[in-house]
């Protein structure tokens, strides 16, 4: 008999949203950390006291019965932490942020936005906490700032779990660049994700880089093989890095190359004037969306005659990396709209430059890294198996693809179609 699906308890009038949905959960997730620091900052200051016993007089003691707090994405659920006194002395936890009996916060026009930037600085931090609760809600910057130890001890731990539990089959790897400054050089973190034989895409390495430089990606990789990824990914996709690709060429010489068609458009169009860029734009996808590798190969020559006279440059740009643009043809074709760009990367982190646009001044790199770190966790929560997992399977056992399709062994062929001999 077939289970009946779950459905969520919704007040009377309330719509389902997705984005909604998740808003909540993570105003929720950040709620419930701050108001763990909280707990263990009021916990350390009683420390001292002890009981006849000798035993620590204030302990954890559960948690009080959940609450709403109305914002302006809706009710947040909230549940405090309690706790008890073993001396006979009055110890009670109260929360700065949710203030008892508040049920409804006060400046619910900014909510959203802050909710969505996830702001990680110590006023920006306090300004959305505060979009939650009550207005006259205090945040010390020392609660803050032991936040912001906690996420980067998380972060910490996670960059040097291990990763031999899977096989990787694919890589994505991309340098972000936040907009922001932090000492004296402009911050950019080196990015990798992977895709396991199961089809789970999982952030691999998010570590601070120079650059993109050689060695900065030689550091990540090599990493990446110390932790368990020994055996080399079969693609790698990017954008063109040089640095990436001759550390990749180092660390894993096996792996192949898939230029992004994405970075590599963006790329060509800026040789092309304004006017050209629609028609540009066009031939470049009758390339990449071509049913089969010589169809792309005469688009391809077709751009270069169409536009190499008078934008030799952009046609440079293009020819320069023709094979390693076409690799995904030897893919199976369920998976090439994943792995012809790093988009995977880029979608992630959208919300970095919709932040650094608003934040001026100076931030640490441990910050921006615990930062980025926690943007990436929550996004990778959202993610989809690969489209076409079950074709991962060949692809690790060497079973060639052409054009997308797996080309079958002529042997198997003719023991199909051989008919079956007489015995004498």
């Known amino acids: 008999m077939q289970q009946d699906s779950v459905v969520p308890f919704r007040r009377p009038g309330e719509v389902h949203d997705e984005l909604t949905e998740r808003l909540r959960s993570g105003a929720r997730r950040l709620l419930e950390e701050a108001i763990a620091v909280e707990l263990e900052e009021f916990l350390s200051s009683m420390s001292e006291r002890r009981d006849a016993r000798g035993r620590t007089a204030v302990v954890r003691n559960g948690f009080q019965p959940e609450r709403d707090i109305l914002t302006g994405i809706g009710p947040v659920a909230v549940q405090l932490p309690k706790v008890r006194s073993r001396d006979g002395e009055a110890a009670l936890f109260r929360s700065k942020l949710v203030p008892p ?23 920006d931090m306090a300004q959305a906490l505060r979009a939650l609760v009550a207005s006259e809600a205090h945040l010390s910057p020392a609660v803050v700032s032991r936040l912001k130890r906690v996420w980067y001890d998380e972060y910490e ?64 990789l090599l990493s990446l093989k110390r932790r368990g990824l020994k055996e080399p990914p079969l693609l790698g996709i990017g954008d063109g890095a040089l640095g990436f690709w001759a550390a990749l060429d180092e660390v894993y010489p096996a792996t192949r190359h898939q230029r992004c068609w994405v970075h590599k458009s963006a790329n060509v169009l800026n040789y092309a004037p304004k006017s050209v860029q629609p028609r540009v734009k066009k031939a470049l996808q009758e390339i ?39 690799a995904f043809y030897d893919l199976p074709a369920a998976h090439w709209q994943h792995v012809r760009s790093s988009n995977v990367i880029e979608s992630a982190f959208a919300t970095i430059r919709h932040r650094t646009d608003r934040a001026k001044g100076c931030v640490t790199r441990q910050t921006m890294l615990a930062f980025i770190y926690k943007l990436g966790m929550a996004a990778q929560k959202s993610w989809r198996r690969l489209r076409g997992f079950e074709h991962l399977a060949k692809v690790i056992a060497g079973v060639q693809f052409k054009d997308g399709i797996e080309i079958k062994s002529s042997v198997r062929r003719k023991r199909v179609h051989q008919p079956a001999q007489v015995a004498a």
Request: glycine content about 6%.
């Open 288 to 326: 990449w969306m071509a049913e089969t590798r010589s169809t792309a190969r005469v688009a391809f020559d077709h751009f270069v005659t169409a536009f190499g006279d008078k934008y030799p440059k952009a046609t440079e740009c293009l020819s320069k990396d023709r094979e390693t643009l076409l």
């Open 101 to 123: 009996y508040v049920r409804r916060s006060r400046s619910l026009d900014v909510a959203l936005p802050w909710l969505y930037l996830h702001g990680i600085s110590t006023g």
């Open 157 to 220: 731990s996670w960059r040097r779990r291990k990763l031999d539990r899977d096989r990787w089959v694919y890589l994505w790897a991309d340098g972000i660049y936040s907009g922001l400054r932090a000492e004296d050089a402009r911050l950019c973190v080196l990015v990798v994700v992977g895709v396991n034989e199961r089809g789970e895409k999982h952030f691999l390495a998010i570590e601070d880089g120079v650059r993109e430089s050689t060695q900065s990606w030689r550091e990540v």
